[in-house]
Each structure stands twice: as C-alpha cells, then as structure tokens.
C-alpha cells in the first residue's frame, strides 16, 4: 500500500484548506483511512479517521472545522479544514491500516501505511 498526500500550503487564520490523500494497493474498501499532524517539537496526533469505510471520527480539537471524506472508488480520503487557527499549522500526514481496532484510532503507531505529509501553514 502507498499513499501519496497533496494539498497543503500556507493560509491565513480562518482560511481553509483541503487536503487529499491517494492510495494505491489497497485489497479492499474495508481499510481505516485517515489523518494525523504533527507540529514542531511536539508528537504526532491524531486527526481523524474514516474507520473502516463505516463511520468517521474526529479529534475535539478539529471537530466542527475538519471534514473528511472517503471516495472508495478513487481510493481517496480528502481532509476539508476551514476556520484555520495557527495552532494547526504542522505536517499532515494520512495513514491507513487493513486491522485498527477502534480502541486504537487514536495511535499512530497502530497505523502500517503512511504518506509522506505535507506542510500546512496557518499564519495569524
């Protein structure tokens, strides 16, 4: 499994952004798929997620300004952000996993796949 993700950049505060994530080599449409950032000097954390192509979590922080969506036909999971705050300046990445249980969404070193992130800079 490879994935490729696009679409950062730099914004202004209360701008948006959207971000999509391709994959390639996916069996089948039952993979978690989601996002993770990580800003300097800080861990990875989580973003949100397309469980399984059934339901999608968010983290409180995002919750209400991030919207994912999932195109099981292109193999696709785009990150919509609007009402960018400069604390969510970081590198996002995507990531997925063919077995994440739903207790484990949460950790990054659950996932198997991951893309190579990409800047997003919300200047204030």
């Given at each position: 499994?490879?994935?490729?993700?696009?679409?950062?950049?730099?914004?202004?505060?209360?701008?948006?952004?959207?971000?999509?994530?391709?994959?390639?080599?996916?069996?089948?449409?039952?993979?978690?798929?989601?996002?993770?950032?990580?800003?300097?000097?800080?861990?990875?954390?989580?973003?949100g997620?397309?469980?399984?192509?059934?339901?999608?979590?968010?983290?409180?922080?995002?919750?209400?300004?991030?919207?994912?969506?999932?195109?099981?036909?292109?193999?696709?999971?785009d990150?919509?952000?609007?009402?960018?705050?400069?604390?969510?300046?970081?590198?996002?990445?995507?990531?997925?996993d063919?077995?994440?249980?739903?207790?484990?969404?949460?950790?990054?070193?659950?996932?198997?796949?991951?893309?190579?992130?990409?800047?997003?800079?919300?200047?204030?």
């Amino acid at each position: 499994v490879q994935l490729q993700a696009s679409g950062g950049g730099l914004v202004q505060a209360g701008g948006s952004l959207r971000l999509s994530c391709a994959a390639s080599g996916l069996t089948d449409r039952s993979y978690t798929m989601g996002w993770f950032r990580q800003a300097p000097g800080k861990e990875r954390e989580f973003v949100g997620i397309s469980f399984r192509g059934v339901r999608i979590y968010y983290s409180d922080s995002v919750k209400g300004r991030f919207t994912i969506s999932r195109d099981n036909a292109k193999n696709t999971v785009d990150l919509q952000m609007n009402s960018l705050k400069p604390e969510d300046t970081a590198v996002y990445y995507c990531a997925a996993d063919s077995r994440l249980i739903l207790s484990s969404i949460k950790y990054p070193d659950r996932y198997d796949y991951w893309g190579q992130g990409t800047l997003v800079t919300v200047s204030s």
